[in-house]
């Protein structure tokens, strides 16, 4: 994982997440394992072998996590008119559909909730730019252009 942006939300969700497998769901792993041990009969039980994976699983999920909130850099938005990392950008194509986005990092990268990536082709290629500018994207399904309406 190389750097990583955060926004403040995503960054508290991250840290949630991380504090929920933590505290809740490794306890919830460790009884079932203790509840399968006691129970006997465990090596070559495939019910402990789900469990040991279910576990191993857990545990990556945590160690990535850490290292997650360990490299991330938090997005700090300032005021300006130029499009970066946290900023709202309400743009149009040249049929008139509208869109409106939110610059974020990887991690946080979701455009069915109107989230793109700044390594996205369309991320790349509105940072730096200011309303009113037009931008040319090329993207996997042809080139796009897109109107710049705002930068909040």
């Known amino acids: 994982m190389d750097m990583q942006f955060l926004t403040s939300e995503g960054h508290q969700r991250v840290l949630s997440q991380l504090v929920f497998l933590r505290t809740v769901k490794r306890v919830e792993v460790a009884q079932h ?3 399968v041990v006691e129970a006997g009969d465990f090596v070559g039980n495939a019910v402990y072998e789900d469990v040991k994976e279910e576990q191993a699983i857990l545990e990556r ?24 990392l946290g900023s709202v950008i309400h743009l149009t194509t040249h049929d008139g559909r509208e869109y409106r986005y939110t610059i974020v990092g990887s991690y946080e990268a979701n455009p069915c909730a109107g989230l793109i990536s700044n390594e996205s082709p369309v991320g790349k290629a509105l940072l730096g730019h200011r309303a009113g500018d037009r931008v040319e994207v090329n993207t996997p399904g042809g080139v796009k252009e897109y109107a710049l309406l705002s930068v909040e």
């Open 33 to 35: 394992l203790r509840e």
């Open 61 to 84: 999920r945590i160690l990535e996590l850490e290292h997650l909130l360990a490299i991330a850099t938090l997005i700090e938005k300032e005021s300006t008119d130029v499009a970066s």
